[in-house]
C-alpha cells in the first residue's frame, strides 16, 4: 500500500502551487519554527526518557546495596559472566555480509539497554503482585504477558531511540545486530545485579572468600544464561530492521518480532522454572534451548546472506560494497 494522497495532489499537474493548501515544506520563519520545535520536544523526549532510566538504575543499584563498586572482584566477575555473551554478539556481527556497524552506534546501544533494563526491573517487580496471588497459571502468565514482552520492548527501545535513528542503520540485518548487542547490554547489568545480591546474601555464611565462591558459582550459571537474551532480542532486532525498510506495514512488523523474542523468553523461563533440572542439567538445557535459536536466528541471516549475494551478482559481499555501479 503506497503513500496516501490527497485527491488534490492526485490530480495536480506539477504546475499548481498547493502549499498550505494540500501540500506543505517548512518556506515561511513560523514554518521552519514549527520544525525546531518539533526537533527540540522529540530530542527532549528521548533525554526525558533517558534521564528517567538513569534514575530508577541508580536507586536500583542503591536498594539492592550494589557492591561491585567497591569489589574489583566482582566487577571481574560480571565481565567473565559476559563474555559468552559478547563472543555470540561478534559472531552474529561477523555474520552481517554488507558494511559492519561501527563501534559508536554499537557502543550506544549498549549503554542505553543497561539503562532501560531498570523499566523492565521496576515494572516486573509491581506487576508481578497480583499474579502472585495464583499458584502455578499465574507464574506463566506472569512469563508470558508481562517478562517476556516487557524486556523485550525495553531492549528493542534501546535500538529504536539512537542506532535505528543514523545513518549506519543501512539494512535489515543491522537490526539483528545491534538487537543482539542491546541483548548484550541487558545481559550485563542484569548479570551484575545477581552477582552483587548473591555476594551480599553469602555474607552470613563466612567471610570474603566464601563470599566470592557464591558469586563466582552465579557468575557461571548467569554465562550460560546471558547469550539467551542476546538470541531473543536479536529475533526483534532483525524484525525491527525489516520495518524500517517497508515502512507500510512497520508496525505489524515490529509486533511481530517482539511476539517472536517474548515468546522464546517466555518459554525459557516457563521450563527452567517448572522442571527443577539440577546445576548441570540446567547448563545442558539451556545449551540445547539456546542453540535451538540461535540456530534459527542465524539461518535468517544466512538467507539474507545467499540474497545479498545473488543480488551483488555472486561477488562477495565486501567486494560488491567497493565495486561502483557501471
Sequence with gaps: M???RDPLQETADGEQDLYDVATWEPRSALDR?????HRGIKLVAIYVVIALALGLLVAQLAASGYAIIGNPSLGVLTLLSAVPALALVGFL???????????????ATFLLAVLFASFAAVLNTILRIPFSAVPVVGTVLFFFLIVGPVEETVKLLAVRLFAYRGDAFRTVVDGAVYGAVAGLGFATIENSLYITREFLAAAS???VGQQLEVAAGTATQRAFVGPGHVIYSGFAGYYLGLAKFNPDDAG???VKGLVIAALIHATYNTLVGFLGLSFAAL????????GLFGYLLYRKL??????YGRAS????PRRAEATPDN
Design 93 to 107: 556481527w561477523r555474520a552481517d555480509p554488507t558494511v559492519k556497524e561501527p563501534l559508536g552506534p554499537l557502543a
Design 33 to 37: 519554527a514549527a520544525v525546531g520545535i
Design 252 to 254: 505489524p512488523i515490529v
Design 313 to 316: 551478482g555472486g561477488q562477495s
Design 302 to 307: 544466512a538467507r539474507y546472506r545467499a540474497e
Design 283 to 290: 547448563l545442558v538445557f539451556i545449551v540445547v534451548y539456546d
Design 2 to 4: 503506497g503513500e496516501k
Design 205 to 207: 555464611a563466612g567471610g
